[in-house]
Every structure is written in structure tokens, then in C-alpha cells.
């Protein structure tokens, strides 16, 4: 079965550090992965995908991931944090046959002055 | 082009009661997928409608039904309402081209309670 496991349910960083959230997955066939980002009061929006192409993800807002088949991880990262990136973040796997995606319970990024 | 809209926006129901809440695909999109996220939680998939048919169910109770009407709007009905289904309720489309690769562009949600 698939599933995503989403290491840290909070995590702080400080303005213009490094933002690193930890993802890592099972699956029985090559996953496709995603990171989404909620921010209050909203629905999901999409950061980034993999779907078997290159292993470095870049998304929207700065982010990128990187896909590890021998990690099994889809960690995020960011090079330097800004205040409106504070929200939930979540990560992703769809399921063999396509038709649902599988979240993880996400992690909330808190953003220091 | 318009987005995901999702309505009503909150909704309040007592134990019992039917709810039926409602969502307009993005403007090309002929696939529809519910979601609840409870407090604190990740989505947890309900169901996906594509083509006015039911295509992929999650682990839910039949008291959680759905429609989709041929303009790809759809609709998420939930009978005997109990305490835990109070929750978020997202609904996302796509376009069912490649169901793995497939993007799903969520709604901003119902906010369901239930007392």
C-alpha cells in the first residue's frame, strides 16, 4: 500500500534560513509525489510534482524537492525562508491506479523574525 | 479561467441530519475528487467522480454519496450526520489525461460541524 510519513509536525526556522521538511515514502510501484502547501482558512495549493522525470524538482515560490529511490524520500527545501511561507505543508503519493492521492498529515512551518 | 469553488463555505448540522455540499470543477477539468481533512490532519480521500460516474472510493461509509452532473460540477452528500464528520471538505479537479501524473486543483473547502 501507499503511504507517505511526514517527519516533524511543526518546524521553525528562522527569516532567510534554510527551510528543510522531511518526507519520506512507501510504495510497491514508482510513486509520483507531490508537495502541497495549505494556508489558513484555504484549500491546497500544488508547490511541485514527480512524476519519473528528473530527480530535482523545482516548484513554485522557490521550492524544490528532490526524489531519492534509495532514501525512499521526496524531502522540501528552500533556501531561504520568508514569512509568507509560514503554513502546512503536505506531501503526497498517488496510489497505483491513479484515482486518489494519499497525504501525509502534514507539517505546519513556523517562521521566525 | 476560473478556479475550484466550493459551497457553501461553513455549515453547521446537528447529529442526524443530511448535508449536501457542492462544487464547480476548474473550466476544462472532467474529473472530481472529495477529500475530508479533519482537524490537525491530512486529506483522507472520499470518492472521484469522472464522466458522471463514480470511479474510486475510499475507506467511507455509504451514508457518504456523491453525484457529478454533465457540466463536471459535483455534488457531496453525506446522510445521518455524526459528531466525527466534522471536517474540512476539499474537492479537487483534474483532467483525466494521465491518472498518475494527473494535477489535482483543490477548492478552498466546506467547513463542516456538526453538534
Known amino acids: 500500500a501507499q503511504s507517505v510519513t511526514q517527519l516533524g509536525s511543526h518546524v521553525s526556522v528562522s527569516e532567510g534560513a534554510l527551510v528543510l521538511l522531511r518526507c519520506n515514502y512507501s510504495?510497491?510501484?514508482?510513486?509520483?509525489l507531490f508537495w502541497y502547501v495549505q494556508y489558513p482558512n484555504q484549500g491546497l495549493q500544488l508547490l511541485l510534482k514527480?512524476?519519473?522525470?528528473?530527480?530535482l524538482v523545482k516548484g513554485i515560490n522557490g521550492f524544490e524537492a528532490e526524489f531519492k529511490k534509495s532514501e525512499t524520500s521526496f524531502h522540501l527545501t528552500k533556501p531561504s525562508a520568508h514569512m509568507s511561507d509560514a503554513a502546512e505543508y503536505f506531501c503526497?503519493?498517488?496510489?497505483?491506479?491513479?484515482?486518489?492521492?494519499?497525504f501525509g498529515k502534514g507539517t505546519r512551518l513556523h517562521i521566525l523574525p | 479561467e476560473t478556479g475550484v469553488t466550493q459551497s457553501p463555505t461553513h455549515l453547521i448540522k446537528t447529529r442526524g441530519q443530511q448535508v449536501t455540499l457542492r462544487c464547480s470543477s476548474q473550466?476544462?477539468?472532467?474529473?472530481v475528487s472529495w477529500y475530508q481533512q479533519a482537524l490537525g490532519q491530512g486529506p483522507q480521500f472520499i470518492f472521484q467522480?469522472?464522466?458522471?460516474?463514480?470511479?474510486g472510493r475510499g475507506n467511507f461509509p455509504p451514508r457518504f454519496s456523491g453525484l457529478q452532473f454533465p457540466n463536471y460540477s459535483s455534488e457531496l452528500n453525506v446522510n445521518a450526520l455524526e459528531l466525527d464528520d466534522s471536517a474540512l471538505y476539499l474537492c479537487?479537479?483534474?483532467?483525466?489525461?494521465?491518472?498518475?501524473?494527473?494535477?489535482?486543483?483543490f477548492g478552498p473547502g466546506t467547513r463542516l460541524t456538526v453538534l
Open positions: 467522480y469522472y464522466r458522471e460516474e463514480e470511479n
Open positions: 473550466s476544462g477539468h472532467n474529473t
Open positions: 503526497a503519493v498517488t496510489a497505483p491506479e491513479g484515482d486518489k492521492i494519499i
Open positions: 514527480y512524476t519519473s522525470a528528473a530527480t
Open positions: 510504495s510497491s510501484v514508482p510513486p509520483y
Open positions: 479537487a479537479s483534474s483532467t483525466r489525461l494521465a491518472a498518475h501524473t494527473d494535477t489535482q486543483y
